[in-house]
């Protein structure tokens, strides 16, 4: 299967190639790369749970295929165009994704075994505790997000790392066979559907539900042509979404409709009338806000326009700002750096971000903007770190099965490719102080029965 893989990239990446003219061999490289990490994903669906392929995956799409949009189809863009060749963009991005990918997959061919036997295992677990797990994690989630918006700073933060713990109550739920799982499921999800569509923000409602989608394919063992199918479907549901966005938060940010409810009504309404009626100058502007949407490499390129030119090489500064951050609680740093771009994203791009905007440097521009070419050397290091965080959570999951399905939660900041060094870092940390809580208390609230093969020994361990 993996030499099959290799050709079916290696074909039609030289096809692309003779297809688009101009298109350089590191380009062509990234294509190659995507195409093969594209088909690896979709293979290890309902095989393994497949964090670091679809870290690749989104990675690759958004450093280097939007960019290749950008470069040789859409490129009417006034803001969001690539200030720098191709030939001078592609050789570090490429090379960077190489060596992220490098230490991301070292010494890994084994896992998706032993994830297999682990979730074998949990399947075969006390069943009803892992349903009373569930349901205390959905009820405790869904209280953090209604008081979320109610607490200070670094507790704001906490608990929405809390929140999320009701979608991780839903995969323990859809584990078990009760009556009643897809009702809870359901509430665990409608929350997060309701403020994706609420503040016509859908990226991590995209995200969660996709997690749900490979935790749901790994344990119904869906077949081939079944999870053609639904990728599809996802896919479309994606593209629509992404197509209406801008009239969509036209309508919203503006306050023209204020119920939830008619906003669903009013999205499906948008995307009907948008996919069927919009001309074909219209649609191509879509097609040109999307490809922009997808495309970081619009901000990676400004960095490597603007450093050294402009600004100096920060050589590690915001790096060691970032494990600062991570590691001391803001009562002890006050001054640590703060997540969403606003202090990085000028000083980098020399462009400056209106209040209250977001935007992040990405990790692998903000590694140029600190080493230049010796970014690609860190970007090998990333990789080896979250390989080896995945390895530790793969082999303590031996002893507990169900840690499995918490890797979602710690690794969420990580597989957004636009999420700059501190925002991941930050995130995993917390994250996983946040899990060792949540299942520290699990243990005790509802302990699993002690004849249970599985019992949690992790914490004691």
Request: aromatic fraction near 16%.
């Amino acid at each position: 299967m993996f030499a099959v893989k290799i050709i079916i990239s290696l074909i039609i990446t030289l096809y692309v190639g003779f297809e688009i003219s101009g298109l350089t061999g590191y380009a062509q490289t990234g294509i190659f790369i995507f195409l093969f990490f594209t088909l690896h994903f979709f293979t290890s669906i309902g095989k393994t749970i497949p964090i670091r392929s679809l870290m690749v995956l989104v990675s690759t799409l958004q450093w280097i295929i939007g960019p290749i949009l950008s470069y040789h189809f859409f490129n009417d863009s006034y803001i969001y165009y690539m200030i720098i060749p191709e030939e001078v963009y592609m050789p570090y991005v490429v090379m960077a994704e190489i060596a992220f990918i490098a230490g991301l997959f070292l010494f890994s061919l084994k896992e998706p075994d032993k994830i297999a036997d682990s979730f074998e295992k949990l399947k075969k677990s006390d069943v009803k505790t892992l349903y009373k797990r569930g349901l205390m994690l959905v009820v405790v989630g869904i209280i953090a997000t209604l008081i979320q918006p109610l607490m200070p700073g670094a507790l704001a933060f906490f608990m929405l790392l809390i929140s999320f713990s009701k979608y991780i109550g839903a995969f323990y739920i859809f584990l078990t066979k009760e009556p009643l799982r897809w009702f809870w499921i359901i509430i665990a999800f409608s929350f997060e559907i309701l403020h994706a569509f609420g503040n016509a923000m859908f990226h991590e409602l995209i995200l969660w539900l996709m997690f749900l989608y490979l935790i749901y394919a790994f344990i119904s063992n869906i077949s081939t042509v079944t999870k053609s199918i639904s990728i599809i479907a996802i896919i479309a549901v994606v593209f629509t979404i992404q197509y209406i966005k801008t009239d969509y938060r036209e309508v919203v940010w503006n306050n023209k409709i204020s119920d939830n409810t008619q906003k669903l009504e009013f999205a499906g309404e948008l995307a009907q009338k948008k996919l069927t009626s919009d001309s074909d100058i219209e649609k191509q502007d879509k097609l040109q806000e999307m490809v922009d949407r997808i495309n970081q490499g619009w901000i990676i390129a400004r960095i490597m326009y603007v450093v050294p030119r402009y600004e100096p090489f920060a050589e590690g500064e915001t790096i060691y700002r970032g494990l600062s951050a991570a590691i001391l609680p803001r009562i002890l740093a006050p001054n640590k750096v703060k997540t969403g771009g606003q202090e990085y994203f000028p000083r980098f791009t020399g462009l400056t971000l209106t209040e209250g905007t977001s935007m992040d440097l990405s990790i692998v521009g903000e590694a140029y903007a600190n080493y230049g070419e010796g970014g690609i050397i860190f970007m090998f290091f990333l990789g080896l770190f979250y390989n080896i965080t995945l390895k530790f959570l793969v082999k303590k999951s031996e002893k507990l099965p169900e840690l499995l399905l918490w890797i979602p939660l710690i690794y969420f900041y990580a597989v957004k490719a636009e999420s700059d060094f501190t925002t991941s870092i930050n995130h995993i940390v917390k994250a996983s102080i946040v899990v060792w809580i949540l299942i520290k208390g699990l243990n005790m609230l509802i302990p699993y029965q002690k004849n249970n093969q599985y019992k949690n020994i992790l914490i004691n361990s």
